[in-house]
């Protein structure tokens, strides 16, 4: 049989009519999620009986309350479990001591009562349900806490995978992924999407990515861009289910890459990262890079294949994984800053310089020049581009063969046309910018003008060629491109041309990565 006050102590009700009940609403607010907090609760509790109290754990550590003095061996009862609770009298004080179950490592600790007066029926319901209350609390941090931990193994578990992709490291991607997400990689070939948002919003812009793609993709938050989130799928249709994300979402935008060999990863990321430029300026804020005519698909593939061969062949001497490693690396340092690039392949950014120091000394490159950039840009894009033929037999082209094409010609001239239409000198800014290396206290002093003035007009032919020019990547190496193509600047001097137009000059200033 129950009674009033029975009932009330095991339901945690305040009992309407009963008198000075309102301790149970105050405990309850503690509860709630704006005032969780064990050192709170404690107080509170010696607050309303008048008490000294203390809350510690088995070995004695004080976890919240004043330490008081108690009977280690009643303690040691208790925390093992052979006592529940336990009460004590003398020397003018009146103790009682309650069991709390705490969170793994620690088994149970005791939450200690002391006052000068006797505890009545009051004082004694609030002790109680104040240590449920405890352990109620303790037992929520600690599965939230697990939640967080369980959270950030995963989120870092993904990161894991992109990094050991965006080095070709594919086998070792697969086995890290098979655990938790069976079948996920067991693809040739995949599409990368990156997904851009307000860093405040990432967060849930990578749970919706997840939800949306059926959790049947790699979405990683971007270790390098705070607002990116970066997806990696094999399915057909995620580029539709995240289109349908941007559009119900403000501020969101999508770029997408073409269909690339999981080795490839890195080429199919900077495909997705230049694809996103675009789609800032469409109004359903997405795009992919197939859409848009790019100069190698204007070449003649196999003469292409060719040149590149020769220019990489100095890399073919080493071992698969080391030559994987400095390609991708490297073809990531010519997308982004050295330190976006770190980040993104989880290493220091003085081993992404020294990598591509490596491969600038492998293939007798110079890269603070621009052309020399696009060119080795361009070659390391052909690499990645999958093709019936792997090894074609070398042939005399010449990078300044490639770029005579009549299909070619008429794009780049097409493209820097589009600068004639402002009052501004745009063209001229643009080549004496890129002629100078892309630092704009070079290129001003070549054109007798301000370097502010250099900046201005670089900054506002970016609209109009709808490409980034100020970011290193692949905007920037196109319109390079177009300006070999119309002899507006000449081709650079590399090892795979048989008869090199000009040997690179190095710059007192490098073009950082």
């Known amino acids: 049989m129950t009674g009033l006050d029975d009932e009330r102590r095991h339901t945690g009700v305040t009992v309407p009519g009963h008198a000075d009940a309102t301790w149970a609403q105050e405990l309850l607010d503690h509860l709630r999620p704006t005032g969780r907090d064990v050192a709170r609760i404690v107080d509170w509790l010696g607050a309303t009986v008048d008490a000294a109290v203390s809350l510690r754990d088995e070995n004695g550590t004080p976890l919240a309350g004043a330490p008081t003095p108690l009977d280690e061996g009643l303690v040691t009862d208790i925390v093992t479990g052979r006592l529940a609770s336990a009460s004590w009298e003398g020397d003018g004080r009146h103790l009682r001591m309650i069991r709390v179950e705490l969170p793994p490592p620690a088994a149970a600790g005791v939450l200690a009562v002391v006052r000068t007066e006797p505890f009545d029926r009051r004082a004694a319901d609030i002790v109680t349900h104040t240590a449920a209350a405890l352990e109620l609390l303790l037992r929520a941090q600690r599965t939230a806490a697990t939640g967080h931990r369980l959270a950030r193994a995963t989120s870092d578990l993904r990161l894991a995978i992109l990094q050991l992709l965006m080095v070709e490291d594919t086998s070792a991607a697969r086995r890290v992924a098979a655990?938790?997400?069976?079948?996920?990689?067991?693809?040739?070939?995949?599409?990368?999407?990156?997904?851009?948002?307000?860093?405040?919003?990432?967060?849930?812009?990578?749970?919706?990515?997840?939800?949306?793609?059926?959790?049947?993709?790699?979405?990683v938050r971007c270790p390098a861009v705070d607002s990116h989130v970066i997806v990696v799928t094999?399915?057909?249709?995620?580029?539709?289910?995240?289109?349908?994300?941007?559009?119900?979402?403000?501020?969101?935008?999508?770029?997408?890459?073409?269909?690339?060999?999981?080795?490839?990863?890195?080429?199919?990321?900077g495909q997705a990262v230049s694809a996103l430029a675009v789609a800032r300026f469409r109004p359903d804020k997405t795009a992919v890079y197939a859409e848009r005519t790019h100069p190698e698909r204007l070449m003649d593939p196999t003469a292409l294949r060719a040149w590149t061969t020769r220019l990489l062949r100095p890399l073919d001497t080493l071992a698969h994984h080391t030559r994987a490693e400095l390609l991708a690396t490297t073809r990531l340092g010519l997308e982004f800053t050295a330190v976006s690039a770190a980040k993104v392949l989880g290493v220091s950014r003085n081993t992404v310089r020294a990598r591509m120091e490596r491969v600038e000394n492998l293939l007798g490159a110079d890269f603070s020049d621009l052309a020399v950039r696009a060119a080795v840009h361009l070659a390391l894009n052909t690499e990645a581009c999958p093709t019936e033929d792997r090894h074609p037999a070398a042939g005399p082209a010449r990078l300044a063969d490639l770029l005579t094409g009549p299909a070619l010609r008429t794009w780049a001239h097409g493209l820097l046309a589009r600068l004639d239409a402002d009052g501004r000198d745009l063209r001229g800014t643009l080549r004496a910018w890129i002629a100078a290396g892309g630092n704009a206290e070079r290129a001003a002093q070549l054109l007798g003008v301000h370097a502010q003035t250099v900046r201005e007009h670089v900054r506002g032919a970016e609209p109009v060629l709808e490409r980034r020019l100020l970011a290193a990547g692949s905007d920037l190496y196109e319109v390079v491109l177009a300006h070999l193509v119309t002899g507006a600047l000449s081709p650079p001097g590399l090892h795979a041309d048989p008869h090199p137009s000009r040997r690179p000059s190095p710059h007192p200033d490098r073009h950082q990565a």
């Open 234 to 269: 094999p399915r057909d249709t995620a580029g539709a289910d995240l289109r349908a994300l941007c559009h119900r979402r403000r501020d969101t935008f999508l770029g997408g890459s073409a269909r690339q060999s999981l080795a490839h990863t890195a080429a199919a990321y």
């Open 179 to 219: 655990g938790l997400w069976p079948g996920l990689l067991d693809t040739d070939t995949a599409c990368v999407y990156v997904v851009e948002s307000s860093p405040a919003d990432r967060d849930r812009l990578a749970e919706a990515c997840i939800e949306a793609t059926r959790e049947q993709s790699l979405v």
